[in-house]
């Protein structure tokens, strides 16, 4: 009876051991598919919040100067006066967003025109989403399908007094 009790002591066998551990595996894979699924929703979801981040500050932008930043001036004048077009008094800028936001959540720059001389109170702003190609289904807009310019050949967003 001794004998009994000190080989069921001595612990698992390897197929036991390898049975718990394609278990555990098996978890793991689950678990790793679903998280980073998860994973690529919340940074579209980050993307889309950096877009409303920029456009706030973009509208400020428009309050002060009473003009989007040209094309030549970029979204880099919201957060640094460097390429502040060199007419405009630069007393009068102020950073328009806390944190410079460069690149969208892939690390891609951010897409930005103006619209041209014809209406300078719209602009388009978008990111060229994961695959950071401009043009393809993932990027992420700041207008509606429904809305569209020909100039541009997508739709711009309006600006804050035009009702849009």
């Known amino acids: 009876m001794r ?35 998860r994973r690529d929703d919340a940074n579209i979801s980050l993307c889309k919040t950096d877009l409303t981040n920029l456009e706030k500050g ?20 919201l957060w640094s006066p460097d390429t502040l077009d060199p007419e405009l008094d630069p007393t009068k800028w102020k950073p328009q967003l806390e944190k410079p936001l460069p690149k969208d959540r892939w690390g891609h720059e951010w ?15 978008w990111s060229v989403g994961p695959d950071g190609e401009d043009g393809t289904e993932d990027d992420i807009k700041t207008w509606s399908e429904d809305e569209l310019d020909s100039d541009f050949g997508f739709e711009p967003m309006d600006s804050p007094d035009s009702g849009g």
């Open 3 to 37: 004998q009994r009790v000190k080989r069921a002591r001595r612990g698992f066998t390897l197929i036991e051991v390898m049975i718990v551990l394609a278990i555990v595996l098996a978890l793991g894979a689950i678990v790793s598919v679903a998280v980073l699924s």
């Open 111 to 125: 897409m930005y025109m103006q619209q041209r001389d014809d209406d300078p109170t719209k602009y388009a702003l």
């Open 58 to 77: 973009l509208k400020w932008f428009y309050f002060e100067y009473n003009r989007y930043p040209t094309d030549e001036e970029g979204l880099a004048v």
